[in-house]
């Protein structure tokens, strides 16, 4: 069956710049994680998605990043007024419940 | 808060040789605990999981990892190591009814010499 998609593959913007990224998870999975993978701090939680529940935010760096999930399925995540720092790759996964997450292939994330 | 440390950022081994990736955790309880390849371009693949039971837990690609409580770890190994696993291995620890949002070690890269 499908697995986790992102859009786009790759983003090139420009310092100040909004972006919105966008995950597609896999049919039926009601969990919904984000993760951010950069070269000074690894892998690192961002934000967490349970069915209608409140997200967790407690991982987001800063209070220009947001994440939205609409209809319990597509989530976007969108940084405003990016910064260099803001440069890495970002990950999705999705999990049928809170146990085993299945990434997708990531959206590489480069600001000028 | 848990953590996860991979003491060895880069291991190179020749082809057919064993392999031995070690994951140490530090968390009060016992976590979730995965391991994760990523090639380089691409997301992150699942090798196998624990999550109770039986310590030694089979995963894809003959891999396999055994979870010791007494010494906080969950090593991965493989006996013979073929040049296509060249890659860079995560261990994940997520904590247990509390949406286990995962924490990832800092990851080992993996050299096959032929």
């Known amino acids: 069956g499908a697995g986790v998609s992102q859009s786009p593959s790759n983003k090139v913007t420009e310092k100040g710049k909004d972006v919105e990224l966008r995950c597609d998870p896999i049919?039926?999975?009601?969990?919904l994680y984000w993760y951010r993978q950069s070269l000074g701090q690894g892998l690192e939680f961002l934000i967490y998605?349970?069915?209608?529940?409140?997200?967790?935010k407690s991982g987001l760096p800063s209070d220009r990043f947001s994440a939205e999930r609409t209809g319990g399925s597509v989530s976007t995540l969108t940084i405003q007024r990016t910064q260099q720092e803001d440069s890495a790759v970002y990950l999705c996964?999705?999990?049928?419940?809170?146990?085993?997450?299945?990434f997708g292939p990531g959206t590489r994330l480069l600001v000028l | 808060a848990q953590s996860v440390t991979q003491p060895d950022i880069h291991i190179t081994v020749s082809e057919g040789a064993s392999l031995e990736l070690r994951c140490n955790y530090s968390?009060?309880?016992?976590?979730?605990l995965f391991w994760y390849v990523q090639s380089p371009g691409q997301g992150l693949q699942l090798l196998l999981k624990?999550?109770?039971?039986?310590?030694l837990v089979q995963g894809i690609k003959g891999f396999e990892a055994e979870f010791k409580r007494s010494q906080s770890s969950f090593n991965l190994r493989k006996p013979s190591v073929h040049w296509s696993d060249a890659a860079e291995y995560f261990c994940?620890?997520?904590?247990?009814?509390?949406?286990?949002?995962?924490?990832f070690g800092g990851g080992t890269r993996l050299m096959v010499k032929p």
């Open positions: 996964a999705s999990s049928p419940k809170q146990e085993t997450q299945y």
């Open positions: 624990y999550f109770s039971g039986d310590t």
């Open positions: 994940a620890v997520g904590v247990r009814n509390a949406g286990n949002m995962l924490t």
């Open positions: 049919s039926g999975h009601t969990a």
């Open positions: 968390y009060g309880a016992t976590p979730y």
């Open positions: 998605f349970q069915g209608n529940s409140a997200p967790d």
